[in-house]
C-alpha cells in the first residue's frame, strides 16, 4: 500500500521562513578584504537547492508554506551552480599545479605567475576564484589551520590567498594600498612608496601568502608612466615567495606580453618578434617568460565533441532549476541546445543570465517551464565584435591614421604690398 506523504515529507528539505529570509537579506561583504575573501571560500557552492515536489504536492501545502517555497525556488534559480566546463577544468589544473611547484621551491628567486584571459562574461573571476578558494582548502588542511611561518606568540592572520582588483587609475601607491586594505592596514598617509612596498612585502610574509590575485589587470594602459612602474611592481612581487595570479579582458592586446595575435587553427597565442615589438625594451620578456597565459574560450557547437561538452552544460543547469511544469530535456532536448547557443554565443555569463531572467519569468507569468517562446521575450545585450571574439582588437597605427585623415592644406596667397602696380596707379594716388 502506497503511503501518503505528509506536509514534513513534502519539505523535508526546505529551511524555516526566518533561514529563507536570512539567506534573501544577508549582505555579501567585499571579497577585496580578508573577511570578504573567507566569506566566499566558505560559502562558495553551499546553497542547498530547494527540493522538487509535484504541482500537486505543492497544493497539499499550507498557504504559508507555498509562499516560502516558492521564494526559495527563486533564490535557488538566481544561483546557479559553476560547473566543471573544459575551460574552468584547464583553469584549475593550471593553478593547482603552478601553487603545488610553486609552494614546494626553495632555492629559485621568483616564482612563475598565472595569466587569466577572455572577453567579458567569460568567467574569468569565478574560475581564477574558485581555483584559489580550492587552493586554500587544501593548504590550511595541510596545516591544521595554522599559519607555519607565524612567530610564537603572535596570532597575525593566516591568509594563504589575497583577492584584489587593480585600482582604476593605477599606481605603485594606489596598487600597495589595495593590498594592505584587504588585511585592514593602518597606512600612514606621508608613507613614501619604499614604506609602502616593505610594509606590502612584510604584510604578505606574516599572513602566510601563498597566491596573491590581481583582478581586471586590463585595467592598465602601459602607455603611460604610473602604468608601466605598477607593472614593474608587480614583476617585483613574484620575488617574495608569491605566486602571481592576473585577470583580465584581452590580456595579449595590452602590452603585457609583445602585441600578439591569435591564431585560429592551432588555437594558440603568436609573439612577434622582440625587434617589432613597440614597448620601451626587452624586459618585455620579464613579464611573457615568468607568465604562463591561458585563454578562456566561450562554448563552441562545431564539433560532436563541442556539442556534447555544451549539452551536458546545459544539463547540469536542468537539474538546477526549480520549476513546476518542467521536464526532462527541457533545455537539452529538440533545438533547445541550438536556440541557447544562437542567442548567447556559447558565452557562459550570458547564458546563466538568459535562463535565469527566463526561470523568473516562467514563474511570475505561471507558465513554470522554459521554451523558445518564453526566452525570445528575454532581451539579452550581445554585441559582435567585427573580428572574432578570441582575437585582439589592434588599434590602428596614430601616424598612419592621421595621414589618412589630414587635410590638404591650401597654398597661402602671395603678399602683394610691395608690387609695383605701373604709372597709372602712382597718378592714382597722387
Known sequence: MTRVPSHHDLLEGLPSRGRIAELILSSTPPRETYVGWQYYRTHFGSLVPAPVISPRQWSMLPKSRQYDYDLYRELTNA??????????????????????????????????????SGLGSYGKTASVCAAGAAFEDQWLELHSHLNPGALPGTRDLHA????VSTPVTATPKSLCAS?????????????????????????????????????????????????????????AFMSLDVTLILAGVNIPSLGLLREATWNKKTRQWNMPPLESTRIHGLEITQTEHRFELVELDRFRYTTPRQIHVFVN??????????????????????????????????IVGLLGRLLEDGTQEAMMSGKEAIDENLLDEIVIRREEPEQPPDSPV?????????????????????????????????QTGS
Open 79 to 116: 544561483n546557479l551552480p559553476l560547473q566543471d566546463t573544459p575551460t574552468h577544468a584547464k583553469i584549475g589544473r593550471l593553478i593547482r599545479r603552478r601553487l603545488s611547484g610553486n609552494t614546494r621551491k626553495k632555492d629559485d628567486p621568483t616564482r612563475a605567475g598565472v595569466m587569466v
Open 394 to 426: 589592434i588599434p590602428a597605427n596614430p601616424q598612419t591614421a592621421g595621414k589618412k585623415t589630414q587635410r590638404k592644406r591650401t597654398k597661402r596667397p602671395r603678399n602683394t604690398v610691395f608690387d609695383d602696380q605701373g604709372p597709372a596707379a602712382t
Open 179 to 235: 593590498i594592505l586594505n584587504f588585511f585592514r592596514a593602518p597606512i600612514r598617509p606621508a608613507a613614501t612608496l619604499p614604506e609602502l612596498v616593505r610594509q606590502v612585502a612584510d604584510s604578505l610574509y606574516d599572513h602566510g601568502v601563498k597566491a596573491l590575485i590581481l583582478d581586471d589587470i586590463n585595467r592598465l594602459r602601459l602607455h603611460r608612466a604610473d602604468d608601466q612602474d605598477v607593472l614593474d611592481l608587480v614583476r
Open 160 to 163: 594563504p590567498v589575497v583577492y
Open 313 to 346: 552544460h546545459l544539463a547540469g543547469i536542468e537539474r538546477h532549476l526549480r520549476l513546476q511544469n518542467a521536464k526532462v530535456g527541457m533545455l537539452t532536448g529538440g533545438t533547445m541546445p541550438e536556440y541557447l547557443m544562437r542567442r548567447t554565443g556559447g
